[in-house]
């Protein structure tokens, strides 16, 4: 079994920062690439950050120089470190991994709960 668990969300005033956590744990050989999403309610799902099992990073433009997505293979963990946060960027957090359980085994996709990020004054 896999587990991701996120956390770092709260509330948090417009312009100010926060960084979110992301931690996999269990049956783990090795972990592909790592995302975060965010969804808005009503809204779609949207990608926020991905990072690669080399560290390469890919971002959307509307959070591109706002936000950095970091990782540490050793740990299993990634972070979204937020900057600038706008009222827009409020929404549900996810992770998601590209888990490798076993030598010799196939990629699945995991997914954490989610944590809730609220922007406002």
């Known amino acids: 079994q896999v587990q991701l668990v996120e956390s770092g969300g709260g509330l948090v005033q417009p312009g100010g920062s926060l960084t979110l956590s992301c931690a996999a744990s269990g ?26 099992e080399r560290g390469m990073t890919t971002l959307p433009n509307s959070v591109k120089g706002r936000d950095t997505i970091s990782r540490d293979n050793a740990k299993n963990m990634i972070w979204l470190h937020m900057d600038g946060l706008k009222p827009e960027d409020t929404a549900i957090y996810s992770c ?26």
């Open 96 to 121: 998601s991994g590209l888990i490798v359980p076993y030598s010799g085994g196939n990629h699945d996709s995991h997914w954490g709960q989610g944590t809730q990020v609220t922007v406002s004054s």
């Open 27 to 52: 049956t783990i050989f090795s972990i592909y690439s790592m995302a975060w999403y965010r969804q808005a309610p009503g809204n779609n799902r949207e990608l926020v950050a991905v990072i690669t």
